[in-house]
């Protein structure tokens, strides 16, 4: 059941109250566009919401609602005192999948230490893989080096795949390979 950029359907969230006023540009929600574009896949929705926990949870909850397959989001994950989005995440998912966040934040640790201050997580809805991500563009690329290699395989399990698992090994040029096991 190998997926194709038309056979999911993804969404990008970004959470920042000054780019939902239009004081700033939404950079790292471009930067996941731009990258999910280059990983042959495609950004179905995007928006745009406050730091305000119900807005959020209430955009997850129409996105995975309308079958979205994944949402990406951006902000909100740090320590400041409006930073919501784990929290309203939480609301929405009905199990967690730690081991996204933990390597997001174990990937974000190689360039800086500020990285473990990251509060963001990752988890299901139904059929909807759910992905917090910090709200700098280098933390995103960061984010989204590590998680690449497995979204698709992710949201082909969620969708009912029972194919056996693959183990996936970068060769010495930097290639994925897939192997059957």
């Known amino acids: 059941m190998e997926g194709s ?27 996941i566009v731009e990258l999910l574009l280059a990983g042959g896949l495609t950004a179905e929705k995007t928006a745009i919401v406050p730091d305000e926990e119900d807005m959020i949870v209430e955009t997850l909850l129409l996105w995975c609602a309308d ?5 990406l989001t951006t902000g909100g994950t740090g320590l400041y005192p409006r930073d ?3 929290e309203a995440t939480k609301r929405v998912v009905t199990k967690e999948v730690p081991g996204i966040a933990e390597a997001i934040r174990m990937e974000g640790l190689k360039e800086t230490p500020m990285a473990m201050l990251s509060r963001g997580l990752a988890g299901i809805r139904g059929s909807t893989l759910i992905i917090n991500m910090p709200g700098s563009p280098k933390a995103v690329e960061s984010a989204m080096r590590v998680i690449t290699p497995v979204i698709r395989h992710a949201m082909d399990k969620l969708k009912g795949d029972a194919t056996p698992c693959h183990v996936t090994k970068i060769n010495e040029a930097g290639a994925i390979q897939n192997e059957r096991r």
């Open 84 to 86: 919501v989005t784990p």
């Open 67 to 71: 079958g979205l397959d994944l949402i």
């Open 5 to 31: 950029k038309n056979s999911y359907r993804i969404g990008v969230l970004t959470i920042s109250d000054s780019s939902f006023r239009g004081e700033r540009e939404d950079l790292s929600g471009r930067t």
